[in-house]
């Protein structure tokens, strides 16, 4: 038995580790600083799309989101993504081979079937080197998806889906903006097995306004019943003062973080009774999907778009507020459309931030990362690697995981540390202390709660 509410003490602000550093430690690069990481050409390219526009306002939501329903807002869109692109081929070598592709939003599927068409003709011309088994996936609303704009999606080699669930507990959904019954939510998912997509994901939520331990068992129970190949379970980030629109939501609806943990565990149990594997802190996947795979032979990733089996890319980020990623650099785009546009009117790459990783940055990404993928840390390897002694290094850092030891949270040894079942659902808390900017940040708020 697990006592939640002893548990709920480690509610505190902390990263969710999609990068390390993390954004907030972004600074302003220059088109100098930038440059000299697009050149190494013996690495294959994974290419995020950002797609910012929505209809309306999802309460809950805290990606970078333009709301309209003008159509000229996404012509002139696709326009700027065009010229971005031939920016960037001056810099970097697009015959390079991709093996992955992700679009992003916002909602890409409030593009029309001949707008998609566009983009992803766009990219091909751009991009001519996929690879076969290349992943090329999207996120989706399931409010908007017709047959003509999957057949385009199909045509242009998207071969994996997220669709955004969230729950199907009415009150829940209308206190957040998105109403969206199971039977729209089901027709769109038999359409997308209908046309032969072999891989789709549904994204969760736990955490939101008037959820309780028995509303989000009966949602977990729907969502079985649409048979997803893997499943994403986040934990509500609540952070109204970066997101206006969550200030719409009534704080005192919120779920208890006592209350968050027991829907956490039982969501674990209920996934693994049911013939899935956990995968990271909020993955599931079925044992014979690649996730789960890569899990078990070592080579799980995690990067801005989650988790992924796609390791050893160049991470290059395209559109309003992508984000990029090489071995040595987090390169950001403007987040906002005016700057966007103008850096590309004049002929340069619409990077404006980011962060060069020193060797120190690197160390502890590696320690961060692995376990953040795995649970679990091999020590030896490590040392072996790079020639340092572990424990002497992190000495202080090991006293800090002290108190995660005593709770049986995580076991450490000399050749490795282990994360506990139970400790899985508080890893953010447990890498913790290897964020050497976590210790020196002045506004830890920035972040959203562990729990």
């Known amino acids: 038995m697990i006592d939640f509410e002893k548990f709920a003490k480690y509610s505190r602000p902390a990263p969710r580790y999609t990068s390390y550093p993390t954004a907030v430690e972004f600074k302003d690069l220059s088109m100098e600083d930038i440059l000299p990481f697009y050149k190494n050409d013996k690495k294959p390219l994974s290419l995020y799309f950002h797609i910012p526009f929505c209809k309306s306002a999802c ?32 810099h970097l070598d697009t015959s390079r081979e991709v093996i992955q592709l992700h679009f992003g939003g916002g909602t890409p599927t409030f593009f029309s079937a001949e707008q998609l068409k566009e983009i992803l003709d766009l990219i091909h011309s751009y991009f001519p080197n996929f690879a076969d088994d290349a992943e090329n996936s999207i996120e989706i609303d399931p409010r908007f998806l017709t047959r003509e704009q999957l057949q385009v999606l199909i045509d242009g080699g998207i071969n994996r889906i997220s669709f955004g669930v969230q729950d199907f507990n009415y009150e829940t959904q209308k206190a957040v903006n998105r109403v969206q019954s199971y039977e729209l939510t089901k027709n769109v998912v038999d359409m997308a097995r209908e046309f032969g997509i072999n891989s789709i994901n549904i994204d969760l939520i736990y955490g939101l306004p008037y959820q309780s331990f028995e509303t989000f068992k009966k949602t977990l129970d729907i969502v079985k019943s649409l048979n997803p190949d893997r499943l994403a379970i986040f934990n509500y980030a609540h952070v109204p003062w970066m ?7 009534d704080e005192t609806t919120l779920p208890h973080p006592s209350e968050k943990l027991k829907i956490l565990k039982y969501t674990i149990d209920f996934w693994e009774n049911n013939g899935y594997k956990m995968v990271g802190m909020d993955h599931f996947a079925k044992p014979e999907d690649e996730l789960f795979k890569a899990l078990e032979s070592g080579e799980l990733h995690r990067n801005f778009q989650g988790y992924t089996t796609k390791g050893g890319a160049d991470l290059i ?8 990623e090489t071995d040595d650099a987090y390169i950001q785009n403007y987040k906002d459309l005016k700057n966007y546009e103008k850096a590309i009117d004049e002929g340069r790459l619409p990077t404006f931030r980011g962060i060069i990783l020193n060797e120190e940055d690197k160390i502890r990404k590696r320690i961060i990362m692995e376990m953040m993928a795995n649970f679990s840390f091999d020590i030896k390897r490590f040392e072996k690697d790079t020639g340092i002694n572990f424990f002497e290094k992190f000495a202080d850092e090991i006293k800090e995981m002290q108190e995660f030891v005593d709770d049986n949270l995580v076991e450490i040894t000399p050749d490795k540390i282990t994360v506990s ?7 953010r808390n447990i890498v913790l202390p290897f964020d ?16």
């Open 317 to 324: 980020g395209i559109g309003v507020t992508s984000i990029g």
């Open 421 to 427: 079942k139970t400790g899985t659902m508080l890893i």
């Open 59 to 90: 309460y809950f939501c805290g990606c970078n989101v333009i709301y309209t329903s003008k159509e000229d807002k996404k012509v002139k869109y696709i326009e700027y993504l065009k010229k971005e692109l031939d920016i960037l081929k001056q």
């Open 243 to 249: 997101k206006k629109s969550m200030r719409k939501i």
């Open 436 to 451: 050497e900017y976590f210790k020196k940040m002045q506004n830890q708020k920035a972040f959203s709660k562990t729990v």
